[in-house]
């Protein structure tokens, strides 16, 4: 007896071949029929009629990490499509973890979720996950802040060969482990203070555990971007490891337009012979920490260290200066999503330039004051980057769609603050603005971005693809109707038009609704894919 039969949906099955009428059949965790299933029995016939029957959709570039054992429903996410998520992103994972990193996150953790932190590596991590239980599918790159806090790396300076090694070794564990690879964040700190010999070596490290996979979030997204491209691209080369560019954009109006460079150099990489990719959200605005304002000199040590820099005020008012020389005239394009104290819950969705004008303060001063007072703990969204942009980079072929975003929920602990609406609206905002309203992307084309170019660069093991004897990973979404509903001012909305989703072959979303169902499993290098 089969479990399910999607019946008379459109099959878009991932490759970018044209869709087609037929039943898909289900049984236990795998697609177990494509084809006319009418004279087969099943527990239940879902009618699908006028849909699209997909590849469940892989963020290739997510951000849940520990949140899916606050939140392992992962609704934002699930009511996307998304049936799988790669965490470990921008050089941050949830191990290893450091004797300072454990005190800092679990002090959060606790503080934020009532969660306990019961690990220090990736098998500690996925236990407790795996425990827990997800909704989703979770792989995990392994950070490399992570890796060179915890061999004391935490300043403006290369690793001596000793800690190198140490740091290598890290990274080869964590793979050992089931990491499926090494990401680096070249603008936050620990991270930001390795040269390309040791992201090489890195990049390298993860290949000998079988991981040879390299994501970066650039050192620079504006004024050195083309700089960056071709250190990542070297990187890659000398590691014989396969790039991965996260979030690809051009950050800044003077900057507007350098993608079209950078993807000719990433042209050029792959006409030789590497493996490059990239992703992208369909967003003009980026978000990240407000602290990534601050020059790499002020992040230089620990948490502890940068605060009480920025409390004293003497260096408080000289960084001011350099603040204002840098955004002067650009604070209406930083709004405040998220901070971690009552204190300045009134700022959240609102601009530097108003939160200063409304305090009586400069904005440079503002924003020191700010992060003293959360502890550096600010999230911001950052207008800065233009539409002509995003079309460049999503037209481009090896584009694959990620949301850059944790899971969150419209109720609980992860509804805090004003998120950016990508964490809910990302894959359906490809689906209604750069396919029905623009026909920048075929459906086809949208669906192979979201499904089996992702898995086929993370050699992903029979997902990705609607085929008999893959597993049963399926979005069941109405092309059109399909689309986001969450916007800057009011973010925390599902998005519509996405009927069902099956997870390892077992219902988590139906009538666009969660189903409460966990059919998730943790996907391991060398065990799981």
């Known amino acids: 007896m089969l479990d399910f039969i999607l019946t008379g949906g459109l099959i878009v099955d991932g490759t970018g071949k044209p869709g087609f009428v037929t039943d898909v059949a289900i049984a236990g965790d795998v697609i177990a029929r494509v084809g006319d299933c009418s004279e087969l029995a099943a527990r239940e016939r879902v009618g699908c009629a006028g849909a699209v029957v997909a590849p ?29 998520e790669v965490g470990g992103n921008c050089g941050t994972s949830p191990a290893p973890l450091s004797h300072r990193e454990q005190v800092d996150r679990a002090l959060r953790l606790q503080t934020r979720h009532g969660l306990e932190l019961s690990w220090t590596d990736f098998d500690g991590f996925f236990a407790a996950l795996e425990r827990a239980g997800c909704a989703l599918n979770f792989c995990c790159l392994v950070g490399l802040g992570n890796t060179r806090d915890a061999v004391d790396g935490i300043s403006p300076r290369p690793l001596d060969a000793g800690a ?35 992201l090489t070596a890195l990049a390298r490290a993860a290949g000998d555990a079988g991981g040879a996979f390299y994501a970066t979030h650039l050192r620079s997204e504006g004024d050195q971007l083309e ?45 030789r012979g590497m493996d490059v990719g990239l992703d992208q959200y369909p967003y003009k605005a980026s978000s990240t920490g407000l602290d ?42 930083i709004v405040i999503s998220t901070v971690s104290t009552s204190r300045n819950r009134n700022v959240e969705g609102r601009s530097i330039a108003q939160i200063a004008a409304a ?27 233009c539409e002509s942009d995003v079309r460049a980079v999503l037209s481009y072929g090896s584009t694959c769609i990620g949301s850059d975003a944790a899971a969150r929920a419209t109720s609980g602990p992860t509804s805090a603050g004003r998120p950016h609406p990508r964490a809910f609206g990302t894959f359906p905002r490809v689906f209604r603005r750069y396919v029905r309203e623009t026909a920048l992307l075929t459906l086809e084309e949208a669906v192979r971005r979201s499904t089996w170019l992702p898995a086929t660069r993370l050699r ?57 169902e966990m059919p998730g499993r943790v996907l391991r290098r060398g065990r799981d894919l």
């Open 56 to 84: 469940g959709f892989i963020d290739m570039h997510g951000h849940s990490d520990e949140v899916l054992l606050v939140n392992p429903l992962a609704s934002s996410k699930l009511r996307q499509g998304i049936t799988t």
């Open 164 to 198: 190198l090694e140490r740091e290598c070794s890290l990274v080869r564990e964590a793979c050992a482990q089931g990491a499926i690879g090494v990401s680096s964040g070249l603008m936050y700190p620990p991270g930001c203070f390795a040269d390309a010999e040791e």
């Open 227 to 271: 700089a960056a491209v071709e250190e990542a691209l070297a990187v890659g080369r000398r590691a014989e490891a396969s790039v991965q560019f996260s979030h690809h954009k051009a950050a800044g109006q003077k900057n507007w337009g350098k993608v079209h460079r950078t993807l000719a150099l990433i042209d050029k990489a792959k006409s």
């Open 292 to 333: 990534a304002i601050l020059p790499e000199d002020v992040k230089a040590g620990t948490r502890d260290d940068v605060i009480a820099r920025l409390a004293d005020a003497r260096y408080a008012a000289a960084l001011a200066a350099r603040l204002e020389f840098e955004w002067g005239g650009r604070w209406n394009d």
């Open 359 to 385: 305090r009586g303060r400069p904005p440079a001063a503002t924003v020191l004051r700010m992060l003293v007072e959360e502890r550096l703990d600010v999230s911001a969204i950052y207008f800065t980057m």
């Open 460 to 516: 992903l093991r029979r997902r990705g693809k609607v085929a008999e004897g893959w597993y049963g990973d399926i979005a069941v979404f109405d092309p059109q109707r399909i689309g986001d509903t969450a916007t800057y001012v009011e973010p925390l909305c599902y998005p519509v038009g996405v009927r069902h989703v099956f997870v390892n072959g077992r219902p988590a979303v139906r009538d666009e609704a969660t189903t409460g």
